[in-house]
């Protein structure tokens, strides 16, 4: 049997939406008012985000530009500009092209993190810091998430703008995301939607059909390019969305959901202070 106090305390700290009063029209407009209210409140002229032609990216970056025209309708100034980052070259390139298609942004750039990312893995190579050989290529893909939130700070900075974040209760319940990479942003409106949620949104705004049902991938290895979410995490997406809607599931997903959540606690949080970490010592 599932745990459920576990399972309570989980979605209640992921801020799951109630599966049993989800509306994807009114949560879509929810999120919509959600960035329009922040840009109303700080002053900020807009969002930036790194568009991959996943259905997470896809809907975040039509939210914002949605939510930057209703700041200009009401006599602000806000522009969202998408933000391509191929290692070199994309291999799922179109889906990238259908997603800039749909969400018809303000601006888009396109910066290849490739030279940096290679310039910077010869740097410690050639400074002689050693990796584990079947570990090498999974460090390099944190380079290469690192450095596309290094170019989507830059860019929002030198134009008075934040960064979203793609982040979502399905991914934050297992960690799957890279820490101060994609997992670092100024706000992160999919917060709190399981995947099957975020795929509901979409299509309730039109989203491409072969976007909503494309298989998630993070694709920062090369030695596996395009590996899927699922297999990389040993859990079905379904699976976790079931958990954090208060579902039954095998003790076998739970107990890989809990392993994932428990081992990746240190990206949900704030840095460690002598202050958190000794005060029950």
Excluded at 78 to 88: S, T
Excluded at 118 to 133: I, M, P, Y
Excluded at 148 to 177: C, H, K, N, P
Aim: glycine letters at 10%; aromatic letters at 8%.
């Amino acid at each position: 049997m599932t745990d459920t106090q576990r399972q309570h305390e989980i979605r209640t700290a992921l801020e799951v939406v109630d599966p049993t009063a989800f509306d994807a029209a009114a949560e879509a407009e929810r999120r919509i008012g959600f960035l329009t209210a922040y840009l109303e409140a700080t002053g900020t002229r807009g969002f930036v985000l790194g568009i991959s032609g996943g259905v997470d990216s896809t809907l975040a970056g039509r939210l914002a530009q949605v939510a930057c025209e209703r700041v200009r309708i009401q006599g602000g100034e806000a522009r969202f500009a998408a933000v391509r980052l191929p290692y070199h070259v994309q291999k799922d390139e179109h889906d990238a092209v259908a997603a800039l298609q749909f969400i018809r942004p303000d601006e888009e750039f396109t910066v290849d993190i490739g030279p940096g990312v290679d310039a910077q893995w010869e740097a410690l190579l050639g400074a002689g810091v050693n990796f584990e050989q079947d570990r090498a290529d999974y460090h390099r893909g944190n380079v290469k998430a690192r450095l596309r939130m290094v170019a989507q700070f830059a860019i929002a900075g030198g134009s008075g703008r934040l960064v979203l974040g793609t982040d979502q209760a399905a991914e934050a319940a297992v960690g799957f995301y890279t820490k101060f990479g994609d997992g670092a942003a100024d706000l992160v409106p999919l917060f709190g939607l399981p995947k099957r949620r975020v795929r509901q949104i979409a299509r309730h705004l039109d989203c491409p059909e072969h976007l909503v049902e494309k298989v998630p991938t993070a694709d920062l290895e090369n030695d596996r390019p395009l590996v899927a979410d699922e297999v990389a995490l040993g859990v079905s997406y379904a699976a976790v969305d079931d958990y954090l809607e208060g579902k039954q599931v095998s003790a076998q997903e739970e107990a890989t959901i809990l392993g994932w959540y428990d081992a990746t606690a240190h990206k949900r949080a704030l840095p460690v202070t002598p202050g958190t970490f000794l005060k029950d010592r």
